[in-house]
């Protein structure tokens, strides 16, 4: 089944909706880890729309996978558009451990 059967969308509506959405998380250079998010944010908001997930939640899908080859990536959005949780002291502790106990 078509994303735009699921959702009642047309294509163009759908290009329209991530195309207004991805001015909000600036470009990197070329080649960048920035460049790599917002490609990665088209593909999980295409899907996400599809699925009925928010625009925060394809954003933090799109952070997740883009940390997971630069954990130390300091991705930039507009965090009055987004609205990311940060992560609890807990969440960052156990990540912490995990980060060492995989050396």
Excluded: W
């Excluded at 991805?22 to 990665?40: A, C, D, E, H, M």
């Excluded at 959005?77 to 050396?103: A, E, H, M, W, Y």
């Amino acid at each position: 089944m078509l994303i735009e059967e699921e959702v009642g969308m047309n294509k163009e509506m759908i290009n329209k909706i991530i195309k207004f959405e991805v001015k909000y998380i600036p470009k990197g250079s070329k080649g960048s880890t920035q460049n790599r998010l917002r490609f990665y944010y088209v593909a999980y908001r295409r899907k996400g729309i599809a699925k009925g997930l928010s625009r925060d939640q394809c954003l933090k899908d799109a952070i997740d996978k883009s940390k997971k080859d630069h954990p130390k990536f300091e991705p930039m959005f507009d965090k009055g558009f987004f609205k990311i949780p940060k992560k609890s002291f807990f969440q960052k502790l156990v990540n912490r451990v995990r980060c060492l106990t995989k050396r």
